[in-house]
């Protein structure tokens, strides 16, 4: 199995921000804001690509885009927020489950695009 997996089957702790049947999100350990949320799928898909590739994949990612607001609400990120995805390990991802980084709680001044 791999980390996220294991963080959902519950082998591994974490700090849940929000959770349903379908979806964790969890803070992260190594923030790079003052709020940084995971939202992990529970069913292990390998990246986003891969969620578009079937049509459960791509209910799970409208499930992903509910706790994303699920997650604003709890955290009160009503001034703004970042969901970065990375894909693939030239992209920087590098726990190979999709998953879907909520940033917040400051002002970003620097553009990422």
């Known amino acids: 199995m791999c980390l996220f997996c294991d963080i959902v089957a519950g082998k591994i702790p974490s700090a849940k921000v929000y959770e349903n049947d379908k979806v964790l999100c969890f803070n992260d350990i190594n923030p790079a804001a003052p709020v940084h949320v995971l939202v992990v799928p529970k069913k292990h898909f390998d990246d986003i690509r ?29 001034s703004g927020f970042r969901v970065v995805n990375n894909c693939g390990k030239d992209g920087g991802q590098t726990v190979m489950h999709a998953h879907f980084h909520v940033l917040g709680g400051t002002k970003f001044t620097e553009k990422i695009i």
């Open 50 to 78: 891969d969620m578009s590739h079937s049509e459960e994949g791509r209910m799970y990612m409208g499930e992903v885009i509910s706790a994303i607001d699920k997650v604003c609400e709890n955290k009160s990120l009503d």
